[in-house]
């Protein structure tokens, strides 16, 4: 995909779903939401979600464990079902936001734009959560940022075949609900609910973790960011929210890093290792994590990618 082929796709994965919500709500009043579409909803937003947070960013980006090389493409391409991106691109800004977080060159941070007030805030929050992607000069050179990556050949292939399992995301809902109700309107409905609408929500959810966890909430640690745990968008993005703790500590499995931070993505990575699908979990020493937490150590300020 070239630039303003991305561009197009962001906006418009931004934009149909919504509108397409509108229109079958004025169409489908009482007949448009029903047990089927809720389970395929629900089931569609586990994988899709999980294939980016446990996939794209604790795997591929940080190597925050290992596993064999079926799991490692199923959740790439679940990953890439959510309409994140391709994985290569998507890892490239990422590494590249933990290398620069909120200074200069951060692909996505709220607080490097002008303009003062309100006016202001609301614009970069804008750039951070959806704008940053829409800017045509904003590329993150993948070989510079992912060289393991881009020598991966199944990682090449998802990559350039994004789109169709993109597509393929918003049809497979569509089947299950054909399945299930074994009738059109399911099948249609399944589709807008698992493949539409879920689009929409994962895709917000995980831009939300770029604006919204870098202007509001608690740090618990005293970070070079602007990184925050948000409370209420920790089940939603499956553990993603605690970025205070994230980026205190990048490489590790679980973001929550206390058994009340629910940690849906750390938590499967939990249960591959153990059923040994999982191996060289990184964990955080307890005494490290008990240090950082009064303030009495700087190392680890500077995240391993
Ligand atoms: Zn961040
Ligand atoms: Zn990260």
Same mark, same amino acid.
């Given at each position: 995909?070239?630039?303003?082929?991305?561009?197009?796709?962001?906006?418009?994965?931004?934009?149909?779903?919504?509108?397409?919500?509108?229109?079958?709500?004025?169409?489908?009043?009482?007949?448009?939401?029903?047990?089927?579409?809720?389970?395929?909803?629900?089931?569609?937003?586990?994988?899709?979600?999980?294939?980016?947070?446990?996939?794209?960013? !604790?795997?591929?980006?940080?190597?925050?464990?290992?596993?064999?090389?079926?799991?490692?493409?199923?959740?790439?391409?679940?990953?890439?079902?959510?309409?994140?991106?391709?994985?290569?691109?998507?890892?490239?800004?990422?590494?590249?936001?933990?290398?620069?977080?909120?200074?200069?060159?951060?692909?996505?941070?709220?607080?490097?734009?002008?303009?003062?007030?309100?006016?202001?805030?609301?614009?970069?929050?804008?750039?951070?959560?959806?704008?940053?992607?829409?800017?045509?000069?904003?590329?993150?050179?993948?070989?510079?940022?992912?060289?393991?990556?881009? !020598?991966?050949?199944?990682?090449?292939?998802?990559?350039?075949?994004?789109?169709?399992?993109?597509?393929?995301?918003?049809?497979?809902?569509?089947?299950?609900g054909l399945l299930i109700t074994g009738t059109a309107t399911g099948a249609l409905t399944g589709a807008l609910w698992g493949g539409l609408v879920r689009l929409?929500?994962?895709?917000?959810?995980?831009?939300?973790?770029?604006?919204?966890?870098?202007?509001?909430?608690?740090?618990?640690?005293?970070?070079?960011?602007?990184?925050?745990?948000?409370?209420?968008l920790a089940l939603p993005s499956f553990g993603e929210a605690w970025h205070n703790n994230h980026h205190a500590f990048p490489k590790s499995a679980r973001h929550?890093?206390h058994w009340w931070e629910l940690d849906p993505a750390g938590g499967l990575i939990l249960l591959l290792e153990r059923l040994h699908l999982a191996r060289d979990?990184?964990?955080?020493?307890? !005494? !490290?994590?008990?240090?950082?937490?009064?303030?009495?150590?700087?190392?680890?300020?500077?995240?391993?990618?």
């Amino acid at each position: 995909m070239n630039g303003r082929q991305q561009r197009l796709f962001i906006l418009g994965t931004s934009l149909v779903p919504p509108l397409a919500v509108l229109a079958a709500m004025v169409f489908l009043w009482g007949r448009l939401l029903r047990w089927s579409d809720v389970l395929v909803f629900a089931i569609m937003y586990v994988i899709c979600a999980f294939g980016v947070t446990t996939g794209y960013h !604790r795997l591929l980006t940080h190597g925050s464990f290992k596993t064999s090389q079926p799991i490692r493409l199923a959740l790439t391409v679940a990953g890439a079902m959510s309409g994140q991106g391709p994985p290569i691109t998507w890892v490239a800004h990422h590494r590249r936001h933990h290398r620069v977080a909120d200074k200069e060159g951060d692909p996505h941070s709220p607080h490097l734009g002008d303009g003062a007030g309100l006016r202001g805030a609301l614009k970069n929050l804008w750039h951070a959560h959806l704008g940053w992607q829409l800017d045509p000069e904003l590329t993150s050179d993948p070989m510079r940022y992912c060289p393991d990556l881009v !020598r991966e050949r199944a990682m090449r292939r998802i990559s350039a075949w994004f789109l169709p399992i993109v597509l393929a995301g918003v049809l497979l809902p569509g089947l299950l609900g054909l399945l299930i109700t074994g009738t059109a309107t399911g099948a249609l409905t399944g589709a807008l609910w698992g493949g539409l609408v879920r689009l929409f929500l994962v895709n917000h959810m995980a831009y939300a973790v770029n604006s919204i966890c870098h202007y509001f909430g608690r740090r618990r640690f005293a970070t070079i960011d602007e990184s925050r745990n948000v409370i209420w968008l920790a089940l939603p993005s499956f553990g993603e929210a605690w970025h205070n703790n994230h980026h205190a500590f990048p490489k590790s499995a679980r973001h929550g890093l206390h058994w009340w931070e629910l940690d849906p993505a750390g938590g499967l990575i939990l249960l591959l290792e153990r059923l040994h699908l999982a191996r060289d979990v990184v964990r955080v020493d307890p !005494r !490290r994590l008990a240090l950082r937490e009064r303030g009495l150590s700087l190392v680890g300020e500077f995240p391993v990618d």
